[in-house]
């Protein structure tokens, strides 16, 4: 299947927030979604942006049941490691169900290891829930490591009130 | 004891660096650190720095046995949660063994926490922790922070060396 994969722009933030949203209630976790299409307008594409984006466009002859022809994406941003250097995060992956199988995927995570490369990054590193067996068997397969299974790293986060509490002066 | 936390100089790059090395040595990975204190003022003090760093100061009264002053550090950088917005991730937090025990390790990570709220409004201040490292787990469990790992099933995955290199040679061409 014909498909572009290209920068994201703030146009397409309305199918980013779309497809956030379906990659969300792919993890059954759709009532934990707060950011709108307004917030990834302003977060990402403004002077100093939180997060950079890749999107995959087919062409219209392609194009979903509802007309998308925007049918994937990747959002990410550099990171630092104290030991390593420059990295780069990548936070969300998704393509639509119904164009998976055709190398979308691969093509932009591929690219996202492109950039971060270019950009002097010597990590790329992501999350995946464990109970995600197919995400994790395609990333397993592309070579990357388990660094949770293998080297006991554990993600924390600190939110709500007890971060209000830390976050007192 | 007195100490002072403040926001880290390209000065104070060769004092990250050397506890940057002890860290290294705790966690049981002496050989990984591959940066120098010179890349770390380059990434770090630039226009678009790619983290920031606070440090915990002593009076030359109270230095180490070495002789140093700055005795802690706490290294972060913003991220972004595509559900919540605007996130801190928390790199490295580290207080020198003769100086723990004396509120410099939640000194540093308030503050961290300080300025992110200010700074860029974070709704999230994550880290990682290794699953042996009990000591700095009860830490931060203390403070109020979840275990994504054990309540959510989260696993880090990474591509590095080789692996990222292959990964990047088949992105499509523009």
């Not at chain 2, 009860?138 to 989260?154: N, R, S, W």
Request: charged share 25%.
């Amino acid at each position: 299947m014909d498909f572009s994969i290209r920068a994201a722009n703030v146009e397409d933030c309305k199918d980013i927030a779309r497809m956030i949203m379906e990659l969300a209630e792919y993890e059954k976790m759709a009532d934990h979604v707060k950011v709108t299409q307004r917030d990834l307008e302003q977060d990402g594409f403004s002077k100093n942006p939180f997060f950079h984006g890749i999107i995959a466009e087919v062409p219209e002859q392609h194009k979903t049941k509802e007309g998308h022809t925007k049918i994937g994406y990747a959002l990410y941003f550099y990171s630092y490691s104290s030991f390593k250097g420059r990295a780069i995060y990548m936070e969300d992956l998704y393509v639509m169900p119904e164009f998976r199988g055709k190398g979308i995927g691969k093509a932009l995570m591929s690219k996202v290891a492109q950039l971060g490369l270019a950009a002097g990054c010597n990590q790329l590193s992501f999350t995946v829930l464990d109970r995600n067996k197919s995400s994790l068997e395609f990333y397993l397969s592309q070579g990357c490591f388990d660094i949770t299974a293998n080297m006991g790293y554990h993600c924390m986060r600190c939110e709500g009130e007890a971060l209000e509490h830390l976050a007192q002066p | 004891m007195n100490f002072k936390i403040r926001a880290a100089t390209k000065e104070d790059c060769k004092d990250i660096s050397r506890m940057i090395m002890e860290l290294a040595a705790y966690v049981k990975a002496p050989d990984q650190v591959k940066i120098s204190h010179e890349e770390l003022q380059g990434d770090g003090f630039c226009q678009n720095p790619f983290f920031e760093c606070l440090v915990a100061e002593v009076p030359e009264e109270q230095k180490s046995k070495e002789g140093f002053t700055v005795v802690g550090y706490a290294f972060y950088f913003y991220t972004y949660s595509t559900w919540k917005g605007p996130t801190v991730y928390l790199e490295d937090l580290y207080v020198m063994p003769e100086f723990r025990g004396n509120g410099i390790g939640t000194g540093l990570l308030s503050k961290v926490a300080e300025v992110a709220k200010k700074k860029k409004q974070c709704v999230h201040l994550h880290l990682s922790v290794l699953d042996w490292n009990t000591p700095s787990r009860d830490f931060y469990a203390a403070k109020g922070a979840q275990d994504l790992t054990v309540t959510e099933g989260i696993h880090v995955l990474r591509f590095d060396g080789q692996n990222l290199d292959n990964l990047a040679n088949e992105a499509p061409k523009d």
